[in-house]
């Protein structure tokens, strides 16, 4: 049960950051600063909150295996691959994005920030589709945590 919670949880913060990213980058271009620094340092928080979660509940209970059908999962591996590849790199382009903004470099903060935003997009859209597969789309399969295996 809590391992559903957290996974929730920590689901809900990858896409509510989606979403601030995307009303942030409006605000911009609506030349509204002072919002757009707000909503994107949120976004970064729940981020945050998002891998605090993710952590605890990975080491602590554990995550779920494919509980779908035999056929489909390799393309499920495939597709948790490219989702697990855009996670490390997003956060390591993110943190260009942030220490430029802060530099006021704003010509580089633009052009790694747009990168950065459609990384975030695309790793919080696989991340729901991912979680929408372990938990609701199918039956859950094995909780298995690394710790813990012998």
Avoid: D
Avoid at 13 to 20: I, P, Q, R, W
Avoid at 105 to 122: A, S
Wanted: hydrophobic residues 55%; charged residues 15%.
């Amino acid at each position: 049960m809590l391992k559903n919670i957290l996974a929730l949880l920590s689901t809900l913060c990858t896409v509510t950051s989606a979403f601030l990213m995307v009303v942030g980058i409006r605000k911009i271009r609506a030349g509204n600063i002072k919002m757009h620094r707000r909503l994107m340092l949120i976004a970064v928080l729940l981020a945050v909150v998002f891998l605090v979660l993710y952590l605890y509940r990975s080491l602590s209970i554990g995550n779920n295996t494919f509980g779908g059908p035999l056929f489909l999962k390799k393309y499920y591996l495939i597709f948790l691959f490219i989702h697990i590849i855009l996670t490390i790199l997003t956060p390591i382009v993110g943190i260009f994005t942030l220490v430029y903004a802060f530099q006021k470099n704003y010509v580089k903060h633009r052009k790694v920030g747009l990168v950065t935003y459609r990384l975030w997009l695309i790793t919080a859209f696989t991340g729901l589709v991912v979680y929408l597969v372990l938990f609701v789309v199918f039956k859950e399969g094995q909780t298995v945590n690394i710790l813990k295996v012998r």
